[in-house]
């Protein structure tokens, strides 16, 4: 909720969960965010970074029927995100496109595009192609991966096929390969698990327990970073699965997210459960530089 | 000529030069220039030219010279007139005095051919008188010759007649020398005639030489005679065409067969010494008659080579690689000795044989050049044992480390980490000691081996150090699993499976890597420093091959990384309990909490193991009871805490948008309170650090669920439960108050009504939950 001394600042009202980037919105840097309330009224802020970047601009403010565990930003069109709710006892999961702004902030309403509506369980997140426009949309609950065709213009969304990741295998989590449409990493309780999205069948698997969030080198093919509860971040070579090509401290608590940066080469910024975000140089010697809170 | 004589005058001069011009093979190379310059000098030259010179000198002079000049020409041509004169006079004597000559020899001449003549006449006359005296001698020269050859012939017949005899009269009197003499004497004649006339005699004198030959054979391989009677007797026998090579191999066979026995001994002397340095048989006497016994056989070996080189002069190189073999053939016992447990004692023993043997040998055979030779290979074996002492080193340490894995199984001892903590810091500093005291002995002793190795073991040592280090640092990361058991030598981490124990073998090599960092290195410093300093074998520019600096930075971050390792793995199986605690039930539908909830108990009782474990091994920290971070703002901290407790003890009671609120506030001192200190060598540290990320972990739990009313209460009763239990065993009060705080704060955010028990409710469960424990402690102490 509050910047580190150095950096700027953003003040939300509620606790959040998730923040991603507007990768669609290519003349500024935005990001997307929500908040996760259990009682209170949930809402959406989009946020621009201003010009000279010296300061964060609210561009939007949405309210959200529910709190948001997962959102992630469509990476072709700016207005349009996915979110994953609860309502406390229940979870949906559904795709929403912000309306157009007239220069008024006084919380429109965002449009619901569709609703992600054939899970049961807990939905843990929802994934899209990183690499550019794809039709296609993932979403992983605790038992099921689903594969979803998403057409916006219908505003419908459709199950196209769906896959039970098999007994005792909770997923938690997961990363689209950048490089290969058709390659899904998803994260379980004891294993990040590849699946083949043609298939819908498991293809490997790197044995490692408590993986927490995984991500894929942008530029490098084949590079995945993991984060892990006790024992920090792992960079993979996907074709070795034994041994991980490298590993970093991580955080004094649970290393809870990470993601690489897509433009310089061994760049993975981490975020822990220690309130702190590492800002990790791996190529090289690990040199980590605490940045701000989350 | 005569005018040589002359006085250089100008006129001399001119004269001279006139005559030399009119001698000159060459007239025209002068004749340009006077012509051309045109001077009065010209007058001399072939090209002069009467008119141009008199033009030129009545141009030139005036009348007063030119009368001087005429006087002058005049004066000249009256001197040149006179010396022509001369001349012509002096030329004519000559050759009237040659004229006469020549009718004086003429005359000689005259009468010499009738002398002549005579002179062939009588030379005619001595020539026919000689040749009639040749032919009459003729005849009678011819018989003489004739003659004088039967006599040869004769006595050369008798001389072979009567060899056989005198061959067995040298046989009698051991002449073998001159029998060879006469037999080889005899041998073209035997060769020519043997078949026909002579056969008889040779015969008799093959059988004769037959026994030579087999006498002087006996003489060669017989130890009792001579060295030179045996190299007589090899001499001999190659005159006598015998293949004297097939001697040659026999008796080096002879001598290899003797190396082989001398090997055998070295065996032998092994196994004794190794007897005589256990404690039972240490007698001397023992230890020194099999060792008198290898000398005495290593002396006679080097005798023998002596024979052989004199014998065979040309056998040098067999000799060297015999020799050569033969050290080569100790030092690979002495490697085979030193890859099983042995002390240096030992060692010196066994190389100190090897060198008096080198030495013997040396005085033999010097081209060999034996010692260097030994040299390079005691470098080897020595290296070698360096080596494997450290091997061994290391294999001790890691036998009582793992020891630990077993034995708290079995015995019930009370302290089994303090125990193999001991046991283990005894095996590192006393084998430390050990090995560097074994070492002393190789450089203490004065056998020139060593003493020109001493160099290179001063190195050997000092690196064998620091890479014993290294690798016991390698070592205890290995056994803490902290590598990827992928690594080669997988034996070792077998013990790895029973989790409990290797969690306490991590804290024992965490202590034990701060013991070596802090008391080992420095004794080992100090002992390098004193015993093995030197040993500029490596080059200046390498350094010392002993870095402690190096050795105790890699130790001290293998400590902190074990302890950081002791404290994941602790926090890890509490997480594991958390994990399933959390993630199991619907909290969405619990029910109404009656008890509190069991998982605290399985957690108090890993914190009691950790407990344990801690007190066994770490130092016990300051007591500091009320301790607060001071690393980071503890002014504000302290400004914050009561505040924080004030809030708490309503938002215990108080409604929840309140306590929202009170939420928000208190997050603006949350950095404040550091939960994530530096963990110490103590064993308040550790504990505290442990339980503190373990609330950490269950508060992140707690943020990741989502409570009903009873839910919520079940945790805050769970949580009040632990809070005294878990102030007793953490230093920091302070700290886990906060967490503890911030659990329940999380609950309530996450519970969609979060109603707190009301205090008394509360109080009867934990005076309930107290109780039962009670009642269960006299069974279960």
């Known amino acids: 909720m509050q910047g580190g001394s150095s950096g700027i600042g953003y003040g939300l009202k509620y606790q959040a969960r998730c923040i991603s980037d507007v990768k669609a919105d290519t003349d500024h840097t935005s990001f997307i965010t929500g908040?996760?309330?259990?009682?209170?009224?949930?809402?959406?802020?989009?946020?621009?970074?201003?010009?000279?970047?010296?300061?964060?601009?609210?561009?939007?403010?949405?309210?959200?029927?529910?709190?948001?565990?997962?959102?992630?930003?469509?990476?072709?069109?700016?207005?349009?995100?996915?979110?994953?709710?609860?309502?406390?006892?229940?979870?949906?999961?559904?795709?929403?496109?912000?309306?157009?702004?007239?220069?008024?902030?006084?919380?429109?309403?965002?449009?619901?595009?569709?609703?992600?509506?054939?899970?049961?369980?807990?939905?843990?997140?929802?994934?899209?192609?990183?690499?550019?426009?794809?039709?296609?949309?993932?979403?992983?609950?605790d038992e099921n991966l689903f594969l979803w065709s998403l057409d916006c213009s219908k505003k419908a969304a459709q199950v196209q096929s769906k896959e039970s990741s098999g007994m005792l295998h909770y997923l938690s989590g997961g990363a689209w390969d950048p490089h290969d449409v058709n390659a899904v990493a998803a994260t379980c309780e004891s294993s990040v698990q590849f699946w083949d999205l043609r298939t819908m069948k498991k293809t490997s698997a790197i044995e490692r327990a408590h993986i927490r969030n995984?991500?894929?080198?942008?530029?490098?093919?084949?590079?995945?970073?993991?984060?892990?509860?006790?024992?920090?971040?792992?960079?993979?070579?996907?074709?070795?699965?034994?041994?991980?090509?490298?590993?970093?401290?991580?955080?004094?608590?649970?290393?809870?997210?990470?993601?690489?940066?897509?433009?310089?080469?061994?760049?993975?910024?981490?975020?822990?459960?220690?309130?702190?975000?590492?800002?990790?140089?791996?190529?090289?010697?690990?040199?980590?530089?605490?940045?701000?809170?989350? | 000529m005569g005018t040589d004589d002359v006085p250089l005058d100008d006129k001399a001069k001119r004269m001279r030069d006139l005559l030399s011009s009119f001698y000159?093979?060459?007239?025209?190379?002068?004749?340009?220039?006077?012509?051309?310059?045109?001077?009065?000098?010209?007058?001399?030259?072939?090209?002069?030219?009467?008119?141009?010179?008199?033009?030129?000198?009545?141009?030139?002079?005036?009348?007063?010279?030119?009368?001087?000049r005429h006087v002058e020409m005049a004066a000249e041509i009256k001197n040149l007139d006179t010396d022509l004169q001369m001349?012509?006079?002096?030329?004519?004597?000559?050759?009237i005095s040659a004229t006469d000559s020549i009718k004086r020899m003429k005359s000689n001449i005259v009468g010499m051919e009738a002398n002549m003549g005579q002179l062939l006449d009588k030379i005619m006359s001595v020539q026919s008188r000689s040749d009639g005296v040749n032919t009459s001698l003729f005849e009678k020269r011819e018989h003489i010759e004739k003659l004088h050859r039967t006599r040869n012939l004769l006595r050369k017949v008798q001389f072979i007649y009567d060899l056989p005899a005198r061959l067995?009269?040298?046989?009698?009197?051991?002449?073998?020398?001159?029998?060879?003499k006469f037999y080889t004497g005899a041998m073209p004649i035997f060769k020519a005639y043997g078949d026909s006339s002579f056969q008889d005699c040779k015969r008799a004198s093959e059988d004769a030489v037959a026994i030579i030959v087999k006498n002087l054979q006996g003489k060669l391989f017989s130890d009792s005679e001579s060295i030179q009677a045996r190299a007589e007797a090899a001499v001999l026998l190659k005159q006598l065409d015998f293949p004297v090579d097939n001697l040659q191999a026999k008796l080096l066979e002879k001598l290899e067969q003797s190396l082989w026995d001398l090997q055998l001994k070295t065996d032998e002397i092994e196994n004794v010494s190794m007897d005589s340095n256990d404690p039972s048989k240490q007698g001397k006497v023992s230890d020194l008659s099999p060792t008198t016994a290898h000398e005495a056989s290593v002396r006679e070996f080097a005798e023998a080579i002596r024979a052989y080189r004199i014998i065979f002069p040309d056998s040098g190189r067999q000799l060297i690689t015999l020799a050569q073999d033969l050290v080569i053939n100790h030092f690979e016992t002495?490697?085979?000795?030193?890859?099983?447990?042995?002390?240096?004692?030992?060692?010196?023993?066994?190389l100190r044989t090897i060198w008096a043997d080198v030495l013997l040998m040396d005085e033999v055979l010097h081209e060999a050049v034996l010692p260097d030779f030994s040299l390079e290979a005691a470098q080897g074996a020595v290296k070698k044992y360096v080596a494997s002492t450290f091997t061994y080193l290391l294999q001790d340490i890691s036998d009582v480390l793992l020891r630990v894995n077993v034995s708290p199984k079995e015995a019930a001892e009370e302290h089994p980490l303090q125990v193999a903590l001991e046991a283990s810091r005894k095996a590192v500093l006393?084998?430390?000691?050990?090995?560097?005291?074994?070492?002393?002995?190789?450089?203490?002793?004065?056998?020139?081996?060593?003493?020109?190795?001493?160099?290179?073991?001063?190195?050997?040592?000092?690196?064998?150090?620091?890479?014993?280090?290294?690798?016991?640092?390698?070592?205890f990361l290995l056994l803490s699993g902290r590598k990827n058991s992928s690594s080669p030598d997988q034996g070792l981490t077998e013990g790895a499976h029973s989790e409990k124990v290797l969690a306490g073998l991590v804290l024992v090599l965490a202590q034990l890597s701060i013991f070596i960092e802090q008391t080992v290195i420095p004794r080992i410093t100090e002992e390098i420093a004193a015993s093995f300093s030197g040993g500029g074998a490596r080059g200046i520019e390498n350094g010392p091959a002993f870095v402690p600096g190096e050795i105790c930075r890699i130790f001290r971050s293998a400590g902190e990384k074990l302890l950081h390792h002791y404290v994941n793995m602790r926090t890890q199986r509490v997480s594991a309990l958390l994990r399933k605690r959390f993630s199991t039930p619907n909290w969405v539908k619990h029910k109404e909490p009656r008890e509190v909830h069991m998982f605290v108990d399985l957690f108090l009782q890993e914190l009691k193991a950790i407990g344990i474990e801690v007190k066994q091994i770490l130092p016990q920290g300051l007591l500091r009871k009320h301790w607060r971070s001071d690393s980071n703002g503890s002014t504000t901290s302290s400004r914050s805490n009561p505040l924080r407790d004030d809030k708490m003890s309503r938002s215990n009671t108080q409604r929840a948008r309140s306590q929202l609120l009170e939420t928000h506030l208190a997050k603006l001192f949350k950095q404040k309170v550091e939960i994530f200190t530096k963990v110490e060598y103590t064993q308040e540290s550790v504990v505290t650090t442990i339980v503190k990320l373990c609330l950490k972990s269950l508060q992140e739990f707690v943020r990741l669920q989502t409570f009903n009313r009873s839910g919520f209460q079940q945790i805050q009763l769970d949580i009040q439960f632990l809070r005294t239990p878990l102030k007793e065993i953490v230093e920091d009060e302070a700290v886990i108050d906060f967490l503890l705080d911030e659990v329940i704060v999380a609950a309530s955010e996450r519970c969609l009504d979060p109603t707190p028990l009301e205090p008394p409710i509360l109080d009867r469960l934990i005076q309930a939950k107290l109780a039962k424990l009670k009642e269960q402690n006299p069974i279960t102490p």
Request: proline share 5%; glycine share 6%; charged share 20%.
């Open chain 1, 35 to 141: 908040t996760l309330s259990l009682r209170e009224e949930n809402e959406v802020h989009l946020i621009r970074l201003s010009s000279g970047g010296t300061e964060l601009i609210c561009e939007g403010l949405f309210s959200h029927p529910n709190e948001i565990w997962d959102l992630s930003s469509c990476p072709f069109d700016q207005r349009i995100f996915s979110t994953v709710f609860s309502t406390g006892e229940s979870y949906g999961a559904a795709i929403w496109q912000i309306p157009e702004l007239y220069g008024q902030l006084n919380s429109p309403q965002l449009e619901r595009i569709a609703s992600l509506d054939a899970h049961v369980g807990k939905i843990n997140c929802v994934l899209w192609w990183p690499s550019g426009r794809h039709d296609k949309l993932i979403s992983i609950d």
């Open chain 2, 334 to 350: 002495t490697e085979q000795y030193v890859k099983r447990r042995i002390s240096s004692a030992n060692l010196l023993g066994v």
């Open chain 2, 87 to 95: 001349l012509v006079y002096e030329n004519y004597n000559k050759f």
């Open chain 2, 430 to 475: 006393q084998g430390s000691m050990d090995v560097l005291l074994d070492f002393c002995q190789f450089l203490d002793d004065d056998l020139g081996l060593l003493v020109k190795l001493r160099d290179f073991i001063i190195d050997w040592v000092q690196e064998g150090f620091q890479g014993f280090l290294s690798a016991l640092d390698d070592r």
């Open chain 1, 214 to 294: 995984a991500n894929y080198d942008m530029k490098k093919k084949h590079i995945l970073v993991t984060a892990e509860d006790e024992s920090g971040i792992h960079i993979w070579d996907l074709r070795k699965p034994k041994i991980p090509v490298k590993e970093l401290p991580g955080h004094t608590h649970w290393t809870w997210a990470v993601t690489c940066n897509p433009e310089y080469d061994g760049l993975i910024l981490s975020a822990g459960t220690d309130s702190t975000v590492n800002l990790w140089l791996a190529p090289i010697s690990a040199g980590d530089e605490p940045n701000s809170e989350a």
């Open chain 2, 168 to 180: 067995g009269k040298c046989i009698k009197s051991e002449a073998y020398a001159d029998a060879v």
């Open chain 2, 24 to 68: 000159s093979p060459d007239p025209s190379s002068t004749p340009n220039a006077p012509s051309k310059h045109g001077t009065l000098d010209a007058i001399n030259t072939t090209s002069f030219d009467p008119d141009q010179y008199m033009n030129l000198l009545v141009q030139k002079s005036n009348l007063e010279a030119l009368l001087k």
